[in-house]
């Protein structure tokens, strides 16, 4: 089955996680019990794994994408163009149909920290997207990025769809998306890619609103996204940052404010993905951050399961 198939036939919803760097990651992600294990009781539609800058977990990506097959569940590798030639592309990809994992989400990938390039061979994800089809025609179902707000690097957000429906015309099959809270701007950008002629199904990426400075974090180191006034709202009530006003705040205080501040962002979320649903959607994507319990109460209390 592959996940295009499932997309143009129904809501579809999948997981996402990263592969941990230490053994005990590994034996919590995948051991027997562990989060894969849980994750997959929910009969996700797919798991994807994501794939470190310049390849860096390389192996642990591999490992923990054999775990998701040996479990039953198609396994969607993330793979991006970061200091990588042509020769290692095509042996990666190899290595990846070898083990049987034959979808890939085709990305530039982010930039390590003061490089202005990728360093590899290719320099875009458009590039990579023709490179899968040339050399392994339709071997690998492809998934792109799509960046509602604009990539934080784009010239304008018009030049970055026409990139993204230079992506479907290399031969992308589905878009998976950056995070984006801004619920006006998704609905804007939903209608404009249609206009521009970009017919493949929208599977959208939700990070759980879990912890504030992973929040923070996720919307303004690397993306530049917009932080709604409700979103801005929880965080100030629960803010549990350096405070002028309270300096002394004791440890209880804060602890406290954790456990309101994820309460509040579990119910944000699942409104944020009611109004997802009714977006002209084809796939709820969660970034499980390798956790199990407050992804199953997303689940459960947002009906995603009820509705696929
Ligand atoms: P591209 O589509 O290539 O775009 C990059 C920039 O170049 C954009 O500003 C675009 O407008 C511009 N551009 C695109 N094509 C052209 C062109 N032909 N000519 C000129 N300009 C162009 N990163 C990781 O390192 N590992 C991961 O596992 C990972 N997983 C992700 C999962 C999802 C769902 C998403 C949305 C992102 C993920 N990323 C990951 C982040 C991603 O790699 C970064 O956002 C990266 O900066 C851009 O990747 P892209 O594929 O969107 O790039």
Known sequence: MKVTDILNQRMAFSFEVFPPKTDNGMEKLCGKGGVL?????????????????????????????????????????HFTCVGNTKEGIKQQLQTYLDHGIDHILALRGDLPFGWTGTGGDLHYATELVKFIR??????????????????????????????LKQKQDNGADYIMTQLCWDMDQFRWWMDAIRAAGITMPVDVGIMPVLDAAA???????????????????????????????APNESEESIAQKKRDFKEAG????????????????????????????????????SGIKDMV
């Open 37 to 77: 294990e849980q994750l997959v009781s929910m009969k996700p539609d797919y798991i994807s794994c994501t794939y470190g800058a310049g390849g860096t977990n390389v192996g642990k990506n591999l490992e923990v994408l054999d775990h998701i097959k040996a479990l039953g569940t198609i396994g969607v590798t």
């Open 266 to 301: 579990i119910e944000y979320t699942i409104r944020l993905i009611d109004e997802y649903r009714v977006c002209g959607i084809q796939g709820i994507h969660l970034y499980a951050l390798n956790k199990y319990e407050d992804v199953a109460r997303i689940v459960k209390e």
């Open 134 to 163: 040339d050399e392994f025609g339709d071997k690998f179902t492809i998934a792109v990025a799509g960046s509602p707000e604009g990539h934080i690097a784009c010239r304008s957000i018009e030049a970055d769809i026409s990139f």
């Open 215 to 245: 929040t923070i974090n996720m919307a303004l180191s690397r993306n530049g996204c917009v932080i709604p006034r409700k979103l801005a709202e929880i965080i100030s009530k629960y803010w549990i940052f350096p405070n002028p006003f």
